[in-house]
């Protein structure tokens, strides 16, 4: 018992060769194997187009609540975070803090009344009151926007881990990976549609809430319990930063600029959770608002916990890899959890936790993927091209044929945002779904007056100025740090736009509302909207009108 009480885990040195390539690749064979087995399973019974988008609204709420905390917690909650605390600590923890309190804004506004106006997609809410098509195609458009920034996060992140887990220090190797990454994820949709991609991300769930678990009561149990001397130990293992590691302002507080920007990610995180159609649509795959609600509750639980745990596996890679082992390991930041994984159980728990890391991008990007096929398909195909006279199977073809050619789009843009931190990149994902998005949400679901003119002014000028400021910001160019490094043409200073883009989303909306002519029987509308939101009447009825 006291030698257990005891143990300590192996430091890892720079430089230092990290698990077994063959071993990494035998558990990730398998675990491929096994989530393409569920896939092959549920598209046995997936033969209508209700059954490819929404898995034909047959899981119940915690089912769906797995499912969702599947799909929220991505390669950016355990890669990203774990390596944004590791190297900048406390305000690395900000990331979790804004993750999971952005939940409380879809459970108490959204979840029950989306689920209730909805169909298959976030248009079909917005478009119940609105103007169908130029409000379907704004959407549409909004949505795979949301989707292509959160789509290059995971293809980052998927390339930086198997280059850590196979030694592959050259771009040119982890653009392969970052391409095979790809090629599973089209194969995961369409093969299985919603259903296959939500048992996997159940099954990822489980086995990543119970991976973050174990490391924790493992780095837990090497100080015995005390977190106290987790934080000694970690300032310890970070001597550049000492005890500013775990003191506000390591990264957002040396200068104004920062502060700006740190108020700018703390708007993005908040309410862009909301936004993001992938989430949205996670309401349809059940019976009832009812179960949307008890799903929501189940994944704060679920999120909460891991979150959590993310502190104390921030903390351990600082304790027991170090900022600069991270820094220089393959995959950069983003190597920290499964270099934390070696230190504390060698190869095989760091193979293990890998693959579920690979999992977890895996499920992600496949729930991202038939987010944004759904939406073209079932809104600009149908609900603009064809006038919502589309056949459902033409539509299911539609949806396939953008799965793949979004995958390519994905792996390209993937490949050059190799590198960058995976939870900074979805910081700007969501900066873009709470400017474009969310107001058009709001305001459709508590605002009579709100009309389409409103509706188009906000979701295309938050769209506008969300990506115009990231082009134009340090994200992009103009640092070494940037996604260019070669180039400057930066001209904001702020690396995410939440700050401005944001308000300009709501604000337009205002401004359009008032300026615009008021929709046809527009208030008449808005109270059968506000009924059926609030009592689920009419809810069993197709919304394609």
């Known amino acids: 018992m006291s030698a257990f009480l005891a143990w300590e885990p192996d430091r890892v040195e720079v430089g230092q060769q990290v698990g077994s390539p063959t071993l990494n690749i035998i558990i990730f064979l398998?675990?491929?194997?096994?989530?393409?087995?569920?896939?092959?399973?549920?598209?046995?019974?997936?033969?209508?187009?209700?059954?490819?988008?929404?898995?034909?609204?047959?899981?119940s709420g915690p089912q769906n609540g797995f499912a969702i905390a599947g799909d929220?917690?991505?390669?950016?909650s355990f890669l990203g975070i774990c390596g944004a605390i590791a190297v900048s600590g406390y305000d690395g923890f900000l990331y979790s803090i804004g993750f999971l309190v952005a939940w409380l804004v879809a459970l108490l506004l959204v979840a029950e009344r989306l689920r209730n106006t909805g169909k298959f997609t976030m248009a079909?809410?917005?478009?119940?009151?609105l103007q169908q098509r130029p409000v379907r195609m704004a959407a549409a458009l909004a949505t795979l926007a949301v989707s292509l920034f959160y789509l290059i996060a995971q293809m980052a992140g998927a390339g930086g881990l198997v280059a850590l887990l196979l030694n592959i220090k050259g771009t040119t190797g982890q653009a392969v990976v970052v391409a095979v990454v790809g090629i599973l994820m089209i194969?995961?949709?369409?093969?299985?549609?919603?259903?296959?991609?939500?048992?996997?991300?159940?099954?990822?769930?489980?086995?990543?809430?119970?991976?973050?678990?174990?490391?924790?009561?493992?780095?837990?149990?090497?100080?015995?319990?005390?977190?106290?001397?987790?934080?000694?130990?970690?300032?310890?293992?970070?001597?550049?930063?000492?005890?500013?590691?775990?003191?506000?302002?390591?990264?957002y507080g040396k200068t104004e600029t920062?502060?700006?920007?740190?108020?700018s990610l703390a708007l993005a995180l908040v309410l862009g959770t909301a936004g993001l159609p992938h989430v949205l649509m996670r309401f349809y795959t059940v019976p009832t608002a009812k179960e949307a609600r008890r799903s929501v509750t189940w994944a704060i639980g679920l999120i909460g916990a891991?979150?959590?745990?993310?502190?104390?596996?921030?903390?351990?890679?600082?304790?027991?890899?170090?900022?600069?082992?991270?820094?220089?390991?393959?995959?950069?930041?983003?190597s920290a959890a499964p270099m934390l994984a070696f230190a504390?159980?060698?190869?095989?728990?760091?193979?293990?936790?890998?693959?579920?890391?690979?999992?977890?991008?895996?499920?992600?990007?496949?729930?991202?993927?038939?987010?944004?096929?759904a939406s073209l398909a079932h809104d600009i195909y149908n609900g603009v091209i064809k006038h919502g006279r589309a056949s459902a199977e033409s539509q299911v073809k539609v949806s396939r044929i953008t799965v793949v050619v979004l995958g390519i789009i994905s792996i390209v843009l993937g490949i050059g945002a190799m590198g960058q931190n995976i939870a900074f990149l979805v910081a700007l994902a969501f900066a873009v779904a709470a400017s474009a998005n969310l107001p058009t949400i709001l305001f459709s679901l508590f605002w009579r007056k709100f009309n389409t003119t409103g509706a188009l002014w906000s979701m295309y000028g938050g769209l506008g100025t969300a990506i115009i400021l990231i082009i134009f910001s340090p994200a992009v160019s103009g640092k070494s740090t940037s996604m260019i490094k070669s180039a400057d043409f930066a001209w904001w200073p702020l690396e995410n736009p939440g700050l401005v883009s944001i308000p300009v989303g709501f604000g337009l909306a205002v401004l359009g509302t008032f300026l615009g002519k008021p929709d046809d029987n527009m208030k008449d509308k808005a109270v059968e909207m506000e009924v059926r939101s609030l009592t689920g009447v009419g809810v069993e009825k197709a919304i394609d009108h």
């Open 72 to 76: 929220y917690l991505s390669a950016a």
């Open 30 to 59: 398998i675990f491929i194997g096994v989530t393409m087995g569920l896939v092959i399973k549920a598209s046995r019974t997936t033969k209508k187009a209700t059954d490819f988008y929404t898995g034909g609204a047959s899981f």
């Open 124 to 129: 079909d809410v917005l478009s119940f009151r």
């Open 306 to 334: 891991f979150y959590l745990f993310t502190l104390v596996l921030g903390f351990g890679a600082a304790a027991y890899v170090g900022p600069d082992v991270i820094a220089k390991a393959p995959g950069g930041v983003n």
């Open 258 to 263: 920062s502060k700006l920007d740190f108020i």
């Open 344 to 373: 504390l159980g060698g190869e095989i728990m760091m193979g293990v936790i890998s693959a579920v890391a690979f999992a977890t991008i895996l499920a992600v990007v496949a729930g991202l993927a038939i987010t944004a096929s």
């Open 187 to 251: 194969l995961y949709v369409l093969v299985g549609g919603m259903k296959g991609t939500t048992y996997v991300q159940m099954v990822k769930a489980v086995l990543l809430i119970f991976g973050a678990l174990l490391m924790s009561l493992m780095v837990m149990v090497a100080v015995k319990g005390n977190f106290s001397e987790l934080l000694a130990k970690a300032i310890e293992g970070s001597p550049k930063a000492g005890e500013k590691l775990i003191e506000p302002g390591l990264k």
